[in-house]
């Protein structure tokens, strides 16, 4: 049963998918209250202590794993007799470990697993010209999401703490993290020196220098393309190869899956 009425939501979400999923989730669960706690460009390292909270944690997939650094910001988290509903946001391939890695955090944080969900958001190799998942999460994702925090708040209400464990899809050990060699997007001549880039990035790769010019430093890029979305003059591009094979192979629409 509830213990409380209030709902805590914290993501990670450099493009916004997984912060979208997370409140629509909140939304269907309805409680009077809710606090919101975004990881995304925080570096603090101070711990947030959630004590009898109903708990969503939300982080996107990177190569079929929780996005490290998002794992990373979440060992802030200490919870205590908080149930926590999972989600991670992919983008239209594949999320494979990536729930079951999220789930695995959270009980070592403290929290107690009520129910999971994978969902579909646009990828962040995304574009006009090779759209993966475009324009995801839309309504119908959105709704999904708050039909399932509905049924997840059911659950938890007709459940004796501790919440006995169930099945979510992934394999442990978890696939090995993929690294590649160190790139990150870059600047056309359109670009103004606007600053736009600098104030999305989570890692703080980006800066205008004395010269109003960009600067990344490529080592401290995580390829979100938060930059490329939210540049207002289409003036940061990043060119992947893997775009196009991603676009080819995994256009078909994907819908969420969820485990209660």
Avoid: W
């Amino acid at each position: 049963m509830t213990t409380s009425q209030t709902t805590h939501i914290v993501y990670f979400s450099p493009t916004h998918t997984s912060e979208k999923i997370a409140r629509a989730i909140g939304e269907g669960i309805g409680m009077e209250r809710r606090i919101e706690t975004d990881l995304t460009l925080d570096e603090s390292t101070s711990t947030i202590e959630i004590n009898g909270s109903l708990t969503i944690l939300a982080a996107p997939v990177y190569g079929g794993r929780v996005a490290p650094i998002a794992l990373q910001r979440m060992k802030r988290l200490k919870g205590t007799n908080a149930p926590v509903i999972l989600a991670v946001v992919y983008g239209n391939r594949d999320y494979e470990d990536a729930l079951v890695e999220l789930r695995d955090t959270a009980i070592e944080l403290g929290f107690t697993p009520l129910s999971a969900g994978a969902f579909i958001g646009e990828h962040s190799y995304s574009t006009p010209a090779l759209p993966v998942a475009m324009g995801r999460p839309d309504e119908a994702d959105l709704g999904i999401a708050r039909r399932f925090g509905k049924e997840s708040l059911l659950k938890l209400e007709r459940t004796n703490l501790p919440v006995p464990t169930f099945y979510i899809k992934g394999n442990v050990p978890y696939k090995p993290l993929m690294s590649g060699k160190p790139s990150a997007p870059v600047c056309t001549e359109n670009c103004f020196g606007c600053g736009e880039c600098v104030e999305v990035c989570p890692t703080h790769a980006i800066r205008l220098n004395a010269e109003n010019v960009i600067e990344t430093d490529i080592n401290r890029c995580i390829r979100c393309c938060a930059c490329v979305k939210a540049c207002p003059n289409g003036a940061r591009v990043y060119d992947n190869p893997f775009a196009a094979f991603l676009h080819e192979n995994f256009s078909a629409r994907r819908e969420p899956e969820l485990f209660l």
